[in-house]
């Protein structure tokens, strides 16, 4: 995949469907404060117009932009696409980076590209989960060991099935959070970056989201039976 901004060379994009099923959180290869200089010394390039540069920061986080897309749109091509118009508009409003971490601000870009695709939708996308062409699989429920019975991976695939249509069902805000924290494993702060919310705020969001997931599924009697095959309780 290519992302073609307006007369500049393409740049390119490796986000592909086939890795979503795979949930990225944070990279905790290099220290954070490296990780931060690096992505720093690369956005001063790109401001210089160092298109190589860029395309650095694209590979560098052109992943968990995707699968934030994904969470959001529930749509691989609606990702995808999302996906490619944020590192377009990070290349055209690179002058206006200011410091911050990057990560948090392309995915700032992001989170306001999906919401103006829903907003343009009239509404949420209500399609099936069973009719995706891959399988989500938040590795809260469906990341099944070598060892596991196969009985027990269905059960699994089948509770992730649940907890991914409850989280669909959440009010924007608690959604995001929820995406960007239980999801990604992004922390209160960078959540805090990325919605441009208070700190506060995030923590409540977080919270009602929690509270109101575990509503739905308790609410739910094939989820709660479910939970009673898995031998998980659904009370914390």
């Known amino acids: 995949m290519v992302v073609d901004p307006p007369s500049d060379p393409p740049l390119p994009l490796a986000a592909r469907p086939e890795a979503a099923a795979q949930v990225d959180g944070p990279n905790d290869a290099a220290a954070p404060d490296a990780e931060a200089m690096l992505d720093l010394r690369l956005v001063r390039g790109a401001q210089q117009g160092e298109l190589a540069s860029f395309n650095s920061l694209v590979?560098?986080?052109?992943?968990?932009?995707?699968?934030?897309?994904?969470?959001?749109?529930?749509?691989?091509?609606?990702?995808?696409?999302?996906?490619?118009?944020?590192?377009?508009?990070?290349?055209?409003?690179?002058?206006?980076?200011?410091?911050?971490?990057?990560?948090?601000?392309?995915?700032?870009?992001?989170?306001?590209?999906?919401?103006?695709?829903?907003?343009?939708?009239?509404?949420?996308?209500?399609?099936?989960?069973?009719?995706?062409?891959?399988?989500?699989?938040?590795?809260?429920?469906?990341?099944?060991?070598?060892?596991?019975h196969p009985e027990s991976f269905a059960v699994r695939a089948e509770l992730a099935l649940h907890l991914e249509r409850a989280l669909a069902a959440l009010p924007d805000d608690q959604r995001l959070a929820a995406i960007l924290i239980d999801v990604q494993g992004y922390g209160y702060e960078e959540t805090a970056a990325i919605t441009g919310a208070a700190l506060g705020t995030v923590k409540s969001r977080i919270s009602r989201a929690r509270a109101r997931l575990r509503q739905m599924l308790r609410d739910d009697p094939a989820c709660a039976e479910l939970f009673e095959r898995f031998g998980r309780p659904t009370e914390d």
């Open 59 to 148: 590979r560098r986080h052109e992943q968990a932009v995707f699968n934030v897309c994904l969470r959001l749109l529930r749509d691989a091509h609606a990702a995808e696409d999302a996906t490619q118009e944020t590192f377009v508009k990070g290349w055209t409003a690179i002058h206006t980076f200011r410091g911050e971490l990057v990560r948090p601000w392309l995915l700032r870009i992001a989170t306001n590209r999906c919401y103006d695709l829903l907003r343009a939708r009239h509404r949420r996308p209500a399609r099936s989960l069973d009719a995706e062409p891959f399988e989500i699989e938040p590795d809260w429920t469906s990341q099944a060991g070598q060892e596991e």
